[in-house]
């Protein structure tokens, strides 16, 4: 099991290995990313250095993990950090998480990842399986958010999802679907419904909002 700390993102990181560190491991899955591989990101901290670690993102903890020495690191400072460039996203902090950044103008969009930790479940009638939160286990067997960077024992799985943000000035909002989208934007929700339902938009679909969301810009 490799080791697991809580460091402050130093204001400048040296001579990290290079290499990749798999979902899948010798000792175990690894689902709780958003990525398959850490690989090496870049880091613009609001100072004006630049960094290059080994990063993945862990949608369980909802915080940025990255890699030295073969351990395990959340970034604990992200206030400090501007923008993250990991694998093909760009991500920002919003609190103690980051979204991703997925279209800048008069609105922005961001795309929350999340993940729900559940047991595979047990069997029940006609072939299927009941799966329960993961609220039991984590009182049964003491996780601390650190150890969600460990892999995770085989029977329990990660039920992914996106929570999508619009920023308007200073205000975000969140939706999931067409009807919570249309609901923030009243006076352009003909149109918007419109362009939906011409261009067959899906809301399950981050290529489909992105082009939804520049759509809107443009009204």
Known sequence: MKYIAKVVFPAIIAGIPAGVFC???STGAMPQYLYTEFKTS???????QTQTPEMNYNIVTEKMVF?????????TNPEMVDTIYLQDGKFV???KACYEFLVKGKNDLFAEHKGDLLTAGKPVGYGGTSQVSSSNYISSVQLSGM???????PDFLI???VIY?????????SFINEKQFLKLFPAESVKLKSFIKENRIRFDNPEHLVKLVKYLNSL
């Open 23 to 25: 979902q899948t491991t």
């Open 42 to 48: 870049r880091v613009l901290m609001k100072a004006g």
């Open 67 to 75: 890699v030295r020495d073969k351990k395990y690191y959340d970034l």
């Open 93 to 95: 902090p919003v609190g």
């Open 147 to 153: 150890q969600y960077n460990l892999p995770l024992p």
């Open 159 to 161: 039920k992914q999802s």
């Open 165 to 173: 943000w619009i920023r308007t000035g200073e205000e975000m909002s």
